[in-house]
């Protein structure tokens, strides 16, 4: 089991900035994945950047160049760096992780809310 709490998130004009954090616990050596997607309404959840064990990373095409993902394994934390922020990055973001047995993201975060102003 590995369980994930997020911070971070709030209201920010377009342009800004903020950083997400997540917390990971429990059977955490098992994790391969760690990776941030976000929903917005009506629409379908997306992954928006991904960080292996190894510190490869991926990104969706909307945010590469704007966004960075992270993780300082000392403290066990993920975090997602969201700059030049715009009105359709609103969305809640999820913290989930992947286990090497798995071939998905099977533990996810409660979600934080994300919301740019124009």
């Known amino acids: 089991q590995v369980q994930l709490v997020e911070s971070g998130g709030g209201l920010v004009q377009a342009g800004g900035s903020l950083r997400l954090s997540c917390a990971a616990s429990?059977?955490?050596?098992?994790?391969?994945?760690m990776g941030w997607f976000r929903q917005a309404p009506g629409k379908q959840r997306e992954l928006v950047a991904g960080?292996?064990?190894?510190?490869?990373?991926n990104y969706a095409d909307s945010v590469k160049g704007r966004f960075t993902i992270s993780r300082d394994n000392a403290k066990n934390t993920v975090f997602l760096q969201m700059n030049s922020l715009k009105p359709e990055d609103t969305a809640v973001y999820y913290c989930?992780?992947?286990?090497?047995?798995?071939?998905?993201?099977?533990?996810w975060g409660q979600g934080t809310q994300v919301t740019v102003s124009s």
């Open positions: 989930a992780a992947q286990l090497f047995s798995d071939f998905d993201f099977g533990y």
């Open positions: 960080i292996t064990s190894g510190g490869s990373t």
């Open positions: 429990g059977n955490i050596f098992s994790v391969y994945t």
